[in-house]
């Protein structure tokens, strides 16, 4: 597939407005995620926050891998369900997804760090 298709994924319009209001209020670990992590372009590849894909918004994303990332808190506990489901729509169209724990976030950046850094080589 062409860097066009990658970069330019479907998405719900009706998800813009709420991807900017996530964007300006993230949680403490997305957050740290982004300022700690991703957003100096780690290993040259660039990730956006909130990101609109289909009728999702993901909490991060890569274009170049196809790989979103999700961090999840409490609530994700009681919509094992409703996740499982959103990251089998994400595999479908060919798109990875790694799930991060709030708390392993914000105890351990650095091992959080090591393991996007181990997925991305693979």
């Given at each position: 597939?062409n860097?066009f298709?990658?970069q330019y994924?479907?998405?719900n319009?009706s998800?813009?407005?709420?991807?900017r209001?996530?964007?300006k209020?993230?949680?403490p670990a997305?957050?740290k995620?982004?300022e700690e992590?991703?957003?100096h372009?780690p290993?040259?590849?660039?990730?956006?926050r909130?990101?609109p894909?289909?009728?999702?918004?993901v909490?991060?994303?890569?274009?170049?891998?196809?790989l979103?990332i999700?961090?999840d808190?409490?609530?994700h506990?009681?919509?094992?369900?409703?996740?499982?489901?959103r990251?089998?729509s994400?595999?479908s169209q060919?798109i990875?997804v790694?799930?991060?724990?709030?708390s392993?976030?914000i105890k351990?950046p650095?091992?959080?760090?090591?393991?996007?850094l181990?997925y991305?080589?693979?």
């Open positions: 597939m860097d298709w990658i994924k479907s998405y319009r998800n813009i407005s709420s991807a209001a996530m964007r209020n993230p949680t997305e957050e995620m982004w992590i991703l957003k372009r290993w040259w590849y660039k990730f956006t909130q990101k894909l289909w009728s999702f918004i909490d991060f994303y890569c274009a170049k891998l196809w979103a999700e961090i808190g409490e609530i506990k009681k919509n094992k369900e409703y996740d499982k489901e990251t089998y994400l595999l060919w990875s790694i799930r991060y724990w709030n392993e976030v351990n650095d091992s959080v760090y090591k393991d996007l181990k991305i080589k693979k």
